[in-house]
């Protein structure tokens, strides 16, 4: 196994299920770097929202792509140097970021994006195809999930934290439907890496989920390391 394939932990899974407080919880614990790679996708659906794209033209969503910049640093999601963290976790965005995902040009241009974000660090990276797409190399892949009523109940207690109007039932609705939308996508569609572990969060804590995930991440660290270290005696 060569230094890149361990710079990478993958934790995929569907909206909901809690993949970024378990991924920004375990690289703190390992003191590697997060990529919210769903902010990036969200930063760039802003951007077209903001300009009033046509989100049915491929075209043009391929191209804004290639004009703007996304960058993430210190927990914040910059577009072009401005910092749109506040703004990208929205109803509106969330329901138009499916148009982005499923375009050809707009996700070669994150993943070039996600890829040179861990080629100088240890990187803890969440999303939804990281495991079979993205860094399908990676030493440790997880697919995290839960039911779709805690899924809900996440993202409904997210939205009511903000203040968006919005009741539990729409927020079910949406999850159903972006779920059968991911799983039957042409490109990238949703699933486990065949080598990922499945974690299921439903009636977990926080700290239950990045314990257990932590635990595996270890272990294998520390298998990698032993034989190279008793060689090195």
Not at 71 to 95: F, K, M, P, Q, W
């Amino acid at each position: 196994m060569n230094q890149a394939e361990l710079r990478v932990v993958t934790i995929d899974g569907p909206a909901g299920a809690g993949k970024s407080s378990v991924a920004r919880s375990l690289a703190a614990r390992l003191g590697w770097r997060l990529l919210d790679t769903g902010a990036m996708y969200r930063a760039v659906t802003f951007a077209a929202l903001r300009d009033h794209a046509d989100l049915t033209c491929d075209d043009e969503l391929g191209s804004l792509a290639e004009r703007v910049s996304v960058r993430l640093a210190n927990g914040s999601v910059y577009l072009d140097d401005e910092d749109v963290t506040g703004r990208i976790r929205s109803v509106e965005v969330t329901r138009a970021s499916r148009y982005l995902a499923d375009n050809p040009r707009v996700r070669a241009r994150l993943v070039r994006w996600q890829r040179d974000f861990a080629d100088d660090h240890e990187v803890v990276a969440e999303g939804r195809d990281q495991g079979t797409v993205v860094f399908p190399q990676a030493f440790c892949k997880f697919f995290l999930t839960a039911s779709l009523e805690a899924r809900g109940m996440r993202r409904f207690a997210e939205f009511q934290a903000r203040g968006e109007a919005i009741d539990f039932e729409t927020v079910l609705g949406d999850l159903e439907r972006r779920d059968r939308h991911d799983e039957a996508r042409a490109i990238a569609p949703m699933r486990p890496a065949d080598d990922a572990i499945v974690v299921d969060s439903t009636g977990l804590s926080l700290d239950e989920v990045v314990d257990r995930i932590e635990g595996v991440v270890r272990r294998r660290l520390e298998s990698i390391k032993r034989p190279q270290t008793a060689v090195g005696r």
